[in-house]
């Protein structure tokens, strides 16, 4: 059975940067841990409540799925929504997405936002099914591998 972690239980560790880096490796991406990635490395030192969470998804105590968000002047912006493989299409995915969103409304955001390669068909179509509209496009700033991404919103 999967269940969703809170925070204090994603901490170094754990396994939410392996999931992320598993991920990236299976489309191809450049990993670092040291740079680009370090925010998932150690998730409790880059996602301080009120303005931040992180979650993960655990199953038989192996993170198998992880998800941030961070709010600014009432716009929550999702980060770091990534599931193993073996999980995706099993409602782990849309149970996080779902934690974020639950989260921005308790945090007052009036709107959400997020960014994701345009590669990442699955995550794109969950998105729409919770109401995300496509809003825009952009070559992700920091990435090493500049990828193309979609921008998508979520009036709360």
């Known amino acids: 059975m999967t269940r969703i972690e809170p925070f204090d239980r994603a901490r170094h560790g754990d396994g939410p940067a392996s999931v992320i880096e ?13 740079g680009y990635h370090a925010d998932v490395v150690s998730p409790e030192s880059h996602y301080v409540a009120p303005a931040a969470f992180f979650d993960v998804a655990v199953t038989d105590g192996a993170v198998v799925g992880t998800v941030g ?26 149970a996080l997405l779902e934690r974020f969103v639950a989260w921005a409304r308790s945090a007052g955001c009036r709107r959400a936002i997020l960014w994701s390669d345009k590669r990442f068909v699955d ?4 998105y729409a099914k919770l109401g995300f509209a ?10 090493p591998d500049r990828s ?9």
């Open 123 to 126: 995550a794109h179509r969950l």
């Open 148 to 156: 193309d991404e979609w921008g998508c919103a979520l009036d709360l």
């Open 22 to 34: 598993g991920v990236y490796r299976e489309f191809g991406f450049t990993w670092e841990p040291d």
């Open 134 to 143: 496509t809003v825009g496009d952009r070559i992700c700033p920091g990435d």
């Open 69 to 94: 968000g961070e709010a600014t002047d009432g716009v929550a912006e999702l980060k770091r929504l990534y599931l193993d493989r073996r999980f995706r299409g099993t409602g782990v995915g849309r």
